[in-house]
């Protein structure tokens, strides 16, 4: 796992850490934070997001649980998500409490009724790729 800054990015490469997660949220406000795990952020682990911050984007190439989302969402200023997957069981919530979030796109394991969810908390909902 390592952490670089580049080219406007804060990157963490491989599978966070409770220490990492520490460690950028010593860095202050981020513009964009790309997390490239081979691993599932669960609940435990995204527990340690509330050291965070700021982030205005957030990309999270690993696929996530339903309740990792909940602190997810909780990213101070979080405006742009993109998830590669969002996984099952569980009712995806948490997006009304998330006020600054104008985007997410996530590629895996939505419903119709996560969709509906989104647009109760008058979000926009823009399924797609993750950025390339």
């Avoid at 649980?65 to 009712?91: D, E, F, N, S, W």
């Amino acid at each position: 796992m390592s952490i670089e800054s580049k080219d406007g990015w804060f990157c963490i490469e491989g599978t966070p850490t409770a220490e990492s997660l520490r460690a950028l949220g010593d860095k202050g406000a981020i513009d964009r934070l790309s997390i490239r795990s081979p691993s599932l952020l669960t609940a435990k682990l995204a527990e340690h997001l509330k050291h965070l911050r700021s982030v205005d984007l957030l990309w999270l190439s690993s696929e996530v649980t339903r309740t990792a989302m909940r602190h997810v969402l909780r990213i101070p200023q979080l405006r742009v998500l993109y998830v590669l997957g969002i996984k099952p069981p569980g009712r995806l919530v948490g997006f009304a409490e998330a006020q600054h979030l104008t985007t997410v796109r996530a590629d895996c394991h939505l419903s119709e009724s996560d969709d509906y969810g989104v647009r109760i908390a008058d979000r926009t909902w823009n399924p797609g790729s993750l950025p390339g």
